[in-house]
């Protein structure tokens, strides 16, 4: 079973800053938050991944709160291209990781 | 590097025949990971390998499921007999346990798998 609670979906319309908000209330101390998109018809890619604290990278900000239970993924100015299937998961190394249902994330015009 | 093959990349067969799906990971990845995706059920890991070696094989639906990796570049999944059921989209992925953090995984473009 997937460790995390996500929201199914979430609309957005271009330009504008998404955020995506993932608890795991269960986590370990082990455990990297690490997510993944996922576009129709293709395989997940790796987004972003940090442990604690704030993790910015050219696709996203991930926003780690101090306790780590909850994380929030940050798209800045969406584009329609980012729509897709948005996972978030906790991993450890040596271990696989467990995917859940994602964040259906739809951008329109 | 050409990231990680899948072949085929669809497949249409038929109730009870033997189905096998092949994957090449990237060059000096040392983890290997079998994933299947349905529309009710999501991505399911099916098992994955460590330097060749099976980890864990829980996530195998059954017996007429199998998987093997007879070296570090090449691995299979073999269904026999299939069944329709076992229409899906299967990925394979590869990662790198030396990666800061806990490796990215890298996914094929998959294989589309209908048994009819």
């Known amino acids: 079973l997937a460790k995390t609670t996500q929201p199914i979906s979430m609309d957005s319309y271009e330009g504008q800053e998404v955020n995506i908000t993932c608890s795991h209330n269960n986590i370990a101390t082990n455990d990297y938050i690490t997510w993944y998109q996922q576009f129709p018809s293709q395989g997940p890619r790796f987004i972003i991944q940090g442990y604690k604290t704030k993790v910015t990278n050219e696709v996203a900000s991930l926003f780690i709160p101090a306790d780590r239970k909850s994380s929030t993924l940050s798209l800045p100015r969406v584009s329609l291209s980012d729509t897709a299937v948005y996972y978030c998961l906790l991993n450890q190394a040596g271990t696989a990781l467990i995917f859940g249902k994602g964040t259906t994330l739809s951008v329109s015009s | 590097d050409a990231g990680v093959i899948q072949s085929p990349r669809h497949e249409v067969t038929e109730m009870g025949q033997e189905v096998t799906l092949r994957c090449k990971p990237i060059s000096g990845h040392d983890y290997l990971f079998w994933y299947r995706q349905t529309m009710m059920r999501g991505l399911e890991l099916l098992i994955y390998?460590?330097?060749?070696?099976?980890?864990?094989d829980s996530g195998m639906p059954e017996d007429r499921f199998s998987a093997k990796m007879p070296n570090a570049s090449f691995s299979t999944l073999k269904i026999q007999p299939s069944e329709p059921r076992d229409s899906a989209v299967y990925f394979c992925?590869?990662?790198?346990?030396?990666?800061?953090?806990?490796?990215?995984?890298?996914f094929g473009e998959g294989s589309r798998l209908t048994v009819l």
């Open positions: 390998f460590n330097n060749n070696v099976p980890i864990d």
């Open positions: 992925a590869s990662s790198f346990s030396r990666t800061p953090g806990t490796g990215e995984l890298f």
